[in-house]
């Protein structure tokens, strides 16, 4: 049974990032989940907006374990983000184009429709924005300035990602790697800088 | 008969922009455009993706003159990003976050699913690209480095929408603001640099 709810799950966290949340059918979560409609409902009986609910939250916690894995195992927090933002430039080109950001189609869709989903999707951008805070402040940035960089860090990352699947390239996630990385090792401390030959 | 023409795609613009492509029904666009369905399909006898794509393109256009105004208008380049910025955020907190970027949340859904569509909104995109690099040229920075700003400016401010709207907050147009116009004056050759009391 707990087979068949991921299932549901998974297939979709992966339709919904694709397409939105308005062009996913509750049928083709049945076809390509292989479950029945009865098994979904029985799930989730608050049936689509549950299910994209959750969703948005899972896809979210899983992708706020990537940032903190990728920021954590790096050297330095600029090394770091630079290696998110290959990792994400990586993952677009691997699917064609298809897996960017899990939640941010869904979050302009509902942005002014959907009350409960939107609140969802800010929750998730928040929990991504205090990984990337801390971190920066833990490298030295005061608060107001970490919390600033974050922000403008994953506004950079999104906005790439809807000119790189749009455009099919990934020149946008190069050029905001190359100016979000510029920005962060800017607003270190002079003696925490790693030095240039690192990146 | 130009003045329905002319409703059906106010109408459409503003459902697709605020709510995308699949979350926009034709019965919609009837209800608030006040034309019948007949004459919908008279205009646009190839429906809803015929709709979708002309409105990205009079909508990408109508952005374009925008992004050429403002910067056209402006003292200095920086200056003129600054107000496009500041611009875009005055849009969005007078909409109650609904009215951003009139192509984005379309440009996602359709990326992987609808390639004549994901080809309109690439061919705006491309539009507004070069209008922002050619002026960033012509303040004296060279081509490659005036188009990777121009890239980048545009990704910080499509991703910038994307938290405002969800978290119905301007913190995002505002970080994004301050960190493209610093890049792009450090672009700038040195003697061409507007001062900084400017701002």
């Known amino acids: 049974m707990v087979a068949t709810r991921d299932r549901i799950l998974n297939t979709?966290?992966?339709?919904?990032?694709?397409q939105g949340y308005a062009g996913t059918g509750m049928n083709e979560i049945v076809a390509k989940a292989e479950a029945a409609l009865g098994s979904i409902y029985?799930?989730?009986?608050?049936?689509?907006?549950q299910i994209c609910e959750v969703t948005i939250r899972i896809s979210g916690?899983?992708?706020?374990?990537?940032?903190?894995?990728?920021?954590?195992?790096?050297?330095?927090?600029?090394?770091?983000?630079?290696?998110?933002?290959?990792?994400?430039?990586?993952?677009?080109v691997a699917t064609e184009y298809a897996d960017a950001c899990p939640i941010a189609t869904i979050a302009l869709e509902v942005?002014?429709?959907?009350?409960?989903?939107?609140?969802?999707?800010?929750?998730?951008?928040?929990?991504?924005l205090n990984a990337a805070s801390q971190r920066l402040e833990h490298a030295g940035i005061a608060e107001l300035q970490a919390r600033q960089l974050a922000v403008f860090?994953?506004?950079a990352l999104e906005g790439a990602f809807v000119l790189s699947r749009a455009q099919r390239n990934i020149d946008a996630i190069d050029a905001a790697k190359s100016y979000v990385t510029a920005a962060i090792r800017e607003s270190l401390p002079k003696a925490r800088r790693p030095g240039r030959g690192v990146r």
Chains 1, 2 share one sequence.
């Open 42 to 49: 029985h799930f989730f009986p608050g049936g689509k907006d």
């Open 111 to 128: 942005a002014s429709t959907n009350e409960d989903l939107r609140r969802a999707t800010a929750d998730v951008f928040a929990s991504w």
């Open 12 to 18: 979709s966290s992966e339709l919904f990032g694709r």
């Open 61 to 92: 916690r899983i992708y706020l374990e990537l940032i903190e894995a990728v920021l954590d195992e790096a050297p330095d927090i600029v090394q770091g983000v630079d290696d998110f933002f290959s990792g994400a430039a990586a993952q677009v």
């Open 153 to 155: 860090a994953l506004s």
